[in-house]
């Protein structure tokens, strides 16, 4: 009975890819079309892709053309190939953007973007596309249904440019004196940081950094600026604290300002 079945799959297979083969040989659009709409239907996306992109300029300027077009963007999204994807989707909002398809476009566009988005540590172009598409579908259609998922991913996408930032910040804390104050870089990237995305899950590390770095600034720093440096560590501490008063990192806080009053006379 096993053997039957696997004799079964495989004829039923061979069939299947005979069909397929005829289909891309043919001259009827309109069979390729249909063939390719089932092939979507069951999931076979490269099918569907490849049929489809040999219709698309036959269909241009047809009563087809609109549904060939998204079609082919969905059929490289569902294969996980969204940077094409999202080519066939702006093709298709800037062609149609008032199109049957176009508030789904928009979406997926972006969307497909969020989900190629790089790790923090790599090129953050891709992440920066991602925002600009989801920010466009939200800003064309801000009562579609999708929105809050839009919303989401862009909040993702943020936190995710903010450790990218927070990663830059403490490279250069770490760094310390090495070839200059890097400790006044860190700061530098953390403040812009904080100021680009205000709202960040990572808000609190740039802050408890900000102070750290002001501390080994003013520690390292020469007699005569010493408590100058140690006063603007008391105003850092003091920001911080208002902020997250029960911040786990309190106490490594509080050591630092024991240290800066022993510096800076009242």
């Not at 298709?92 to 497909?112: C, D, I, V």
């Not at 596309?129 to 801000?142: G, M, W």
């Amino acid at each position: 009975m096993r053997n039957y079945i696997i004799l079964f799959l495989a004829a039923f297979l061979m069939t299947s890819c005979g069909e397929y083969q005829r289909v891309q040989k043919s001259d009827d659009y309109n069979y390729k079309f249909e063939y390719a709409k089932q092939a979507f239907e069951n999931r076979h996306y490269l099918q569907s892709a490849t049929l489809l992109e040999q219709c698309l300029n036959v269909f241009k300027g047809s009563e087809k053309a609109e549904e060939t077009l998204y079609l082919l963007a969905m059929s490289y999204y569902e294969n996980a190939d969204y940077q094409t994807a999202g080519v066939y989707f702006k093709n298709y909002y800037s062609r149609y953007p008032k199109g049957k398809y176009a508030e789904a476009s928009r979406f997926f566009s972006g969307y497909g973007y969020y989900l190629d988005s790089p790790e923090p540590q790599l090129d953050q172009t891709g992440t920066i596309q991602a925002i600009e598409e989801l920010q466009a579908f939200l800003d064309y259609f801000p009562r579609s249904d999708k929105v809050s998922i839009a919303q989401n991913a862009i909040f993702e996408l943020q936190d995710k440019l903010t450790l990218k930032q927070l990663q830059n910040a403490q490279l250069y804390y770490n760094l310390g004196n090495y070839m200059g104050n890097n400790y006044e870089s860190a700061v530098i990237v953390a403040r812009n940081a904080i100021k680009d995305y205000p709202y960040s899950k990572y808000k609190e590390d740039l802050e408890m950094l900000i102070l750290k770095a002001r501390y080994q600034e003013a520690s390292n720093s020469i007699e005569e600026k010493k408590a100058e440096r140690f006063r603007d560590v008391i105003d850092e501490y003091y920001s911080f604290v208002n902020n997250y008063p029960d911040s786990p990192k309190r106490n490594e806080a509080d050591n630092i300002l024991k240290i800066a009053r022993r510096y800076v006379k009242d």
